[in-house]
């Protein structure tokens, strides 16, 4: 993420009770970055299901590449349905 789309992610993301917006409570900043951290990981998920997509395309069952990237995804589903 660029310095900006985060800025804007916090403006939506931090309320303040006021006008002044010079302090941040150390719990806002945490559920921030763990807001942050999420959308990251979505992000980096999606960008490897791509190339895993690309990828799988080019092998078969017979390659190394593809039982790993099977099992990877397998375990993926596990991990989501727990």
């Excluded at 939506?12 to 917006?21: N, Q, R, S, V």
């Excluded at 959308?39 to 593809?66: F, I, L, N, S, T």
């Amino acid at each position: 993420m660029t310095r900006d789309e985060i800025q804007a992610e916090f403006d939506a993301f931090i309320e303040y009770p006021g006008k002044d917006k010079t302090y941040v409570t150390t719990v806002s900043t945490l559920l921030f970055a763990e807001h942050i951290a999420k959308m990251a990981q979505q992000a980096e998920r999606e960008r490897c299901a791509k190339v895993c997509e690309r990828m799988h395309a080019e092998d078969g069952p017979d390659d190394y590449a593809w039982a790993i990237r099977t099992e990877w995804a397998a375990d993926a589903e596990q991990q989501e349905g727990t």
